[in-house]
């Protein structure tokens, strides 16, 4: 899955030219005309305390298990992992900003959890269009995101995707 072209900062997309690449400082948004079957994008970063520090701040979520290294010792992750939800917003962030970009919205989201993120994990998230939905000018996509290869969350969602001007 990882083309060996992702950076940190960096989102992918692939599908109408060969190996079209953009980062977050270029926003291109892809009309619902656009889409097509089989179109990617991914977003990677590498996650770290600042990330989860900030992350159980913003939401309130300060369950020990990601903030308070000695209590999550105890549990059966031997140690502090990233909130799935931080995670799960990784692929919020490749369809806010690269495939389909600006003005997408979520209509629905599944998320299955494999296994757990930790500081230090360079995670990368992919989407692929798998369906799309012209009545409604909705899209629907594969979701996963990886470590080292290995899916740590999958999932399928739906996005209301705007139409050409």
């Known amino acids: 899955m990882n083309s060996g072209t992702e950076r940190s900062n960096d989102a992918q997309v692939r599908g109408r030219e060969p190996e079209a690449s953009m980062t977050f400082h270029q926003r291109t948004t892809y009309y619902f005309e656009d889409l097509e079957l ?5 977003f990677a970063k590498t996650v770290t305390e600042a990330d989860i520090m900030a992350f ?7 369950n020990p298990v990601h ?8 549990t059966m992750f ?43 994990d360079h995670a990368i998230a992919k989407v692929k269009v798998v369906e799309l939905i012209p009545a409604k ?10 470590v080292a290869d290995k899916p740590v969350l999958e999932g399928e969602a739906i996005l209301m995707v705007p139409k050409r001007p």
């Not at 000018?137 to 990886?146: E, K, L, P, S």
Request: overall charge positive; aromatic content about 8%; hydrophobic content about 40%.
């Open 38 to 42: 089989g179109m990617e994008a991914s």
């Open 56 to 62: 159980a701040e913003v939401t309130g979520d300060k």
């Open 67 to 74: 903030i308070d290294e000695d209590y999550a010792a105890k």
């Open 78 to 120: 031997k140690g502090r992992i990233a909130h799935g939800m931080l995670t799960a917003g990784y692929i919020s962030a490749v369809f806010g900003m690269e495939l389909p970009g600006p003005g997408a919205i979520y209509v629905s989201q599944t998320l299955n959890f494999r296994a757990p993120v930790r500081i230090g």
């Open 137 to 146: 000018r909705r899209a629907r996509f594969d979701c996963v995101c990886t």
